[in-house]
T-cell receptor, first 112, second 114 residues
């Protein structure tokens, strides 16, 4: 699976959009981009994933650049409960097998 | 639908002992993965079980082992505990373990080795 690079931390104002970048310059054509987050002392929580197209769900939006070498997770209206470590993960679309390789993630602090 | 459950939630052991942790996946999920989280190494994949067979394995010593039962419940065992085994152990489940599936994590078991 390709390696990802994320900023170690970032602050965000409550109610504003939070834009979390992720670099995956060695991504190959059959690799998906996944985002998970981990709120303190809890298990990671799935947020969103995508292959080529931008994706949106009730939690967030995922914007993948045309060359697929980077992506941005957007939390449209950050709340205090969005304070967490956010992980960007790239996974090969193999036939089977579940193995997530977590990097350091971005520690997001939402401030009132 | 009930989420992934892990027991016990907290555990204290001493060096040299062994420990068994349990994970009950979401109903209908057949893939169960285990992860170890420490402040120094972060979240690391231990192994994955599917249909009672280990399908993927991370880079951990043989002291770490697991199994899966016919009802998809899984256990992991750590023998001859070391201080460095103190960690949060997380279990995750998904339907078939396919890449496009979402993995759902349990709350974890926090193990302290003294």
């Amino acid at each position: 699976d390709a390696k990802t690079t994320q900023p170690p931390s970032m602050d965000c104002a409550e109610g504003r959009a939070a834009n979390l970048p992720c670099n995956h310059s060695t991504i190959s054509g059959n690799e998906y981009v996944y985002w998970y987050r981990q709120i303190h002392s809890q298990g990671p929580q799935y947020i969103i994933h995508g292959l080529k197209n931008n994706e949106t769900n009730e939690m967030a939006s995922l914007i993948i650049t045309e060359d697929r070498k980077s992506s941005t997770l957007i939390l449209p209206h950050a709340t205090l409960r969005d304070t967490a470590v956010y992980y960007c993960i790239v996974r090969v679309a193999k036939a089977a097998g579940n193995k997530l390789t977590f990097g350091g993630g971005t520690r997001v602090l939402v401030k009132p | 639908k009930a989420g992934v459950t892990q027991t016990p939630r907290y555990l204290i052991k001493t060096r040299g002992q062994q420990v068994t942790l349990s994970c009950s996946p979401i109903s209908g999920h057949r893939s169960v993965s285990w992860y170890q989280q420490t402040p120094g190494q972060g979240l690391q994949f231990l192994f994955e079980y599917f249909s009672e067979t280990q399908r993927n394995k991370g880079n951990f010593p043989g002291r770490f082992s697991g199994r899966q039962f016919s009802n998809s419940r899984s256990e992991m065992n750590v023998s001859t505990l070391e201080l460095g085994d103190s960690a949060l152990y997380l279990c995750a489940s998904s339907l078939e373990g396919m890449v496009v599936e979402t993995q759902y994590f349990g709350p974890g078991t926090r193990l302290l080795v003294l």
